[in-house]
């Protein structure tokens, strides 16, 4: 399902009266409880903190999942939104698009943190 790619998941609601730090504290702990998760890492002192984790599938597959926590600094949900509205004016586009993305990840430069 997900070989070669990951899924971007923002957490959009939480108690705005915590922290940041404490958001993601909970969330990295609530994972934890499954079995089914496996965290592979955890960037907290990025400017948007991830969870990198995979998640197995029950049909044995498995998916690699970026999850993040919405804050007035996360741009994902508003990136995405853009890069729909590109890929449907200019349709040329996506196969440049897979193209570079495969050319980064070749070159260990899909992440955003490296």
């Not at 999942?65 to 939104?81: K, L, P, V």
């Not at 853009?82 to 040329?92: K, Y």
Request: proline share 3%.
């Amino acid at each position: 399902m997900c070989a070669t790619s990951d899924i971007d998941l923002v957490v959009t609601y939480f108690n705005d009266d915590e922290s940041l730090q404490s958001k993601f504290e909970k969330l990295v702990q609530h994972f934890r409880q499954f079995t089914w998760i496996c965290i592979n890492n955890v960037i907290d002192h990025a400017k948007i903190p991830i969870v990198k984790c995979i998640i197995s599938l029950d049909d044995g597959e498995s998916c690699k999942f970026d999850i993040s926590i919405n804050t007035s600094q996360h741009t994902g949900i508003a990136t995405a939104n853009f890069v729909t509205t590109l890929l449907q004016s200019l349709p040329a586009l996506k196969p440049l698009t897979l193209v570079l993305k495969q050319l980064l990840k070749e070159y260990d430069l899909d992440d955003t943190y490296t």
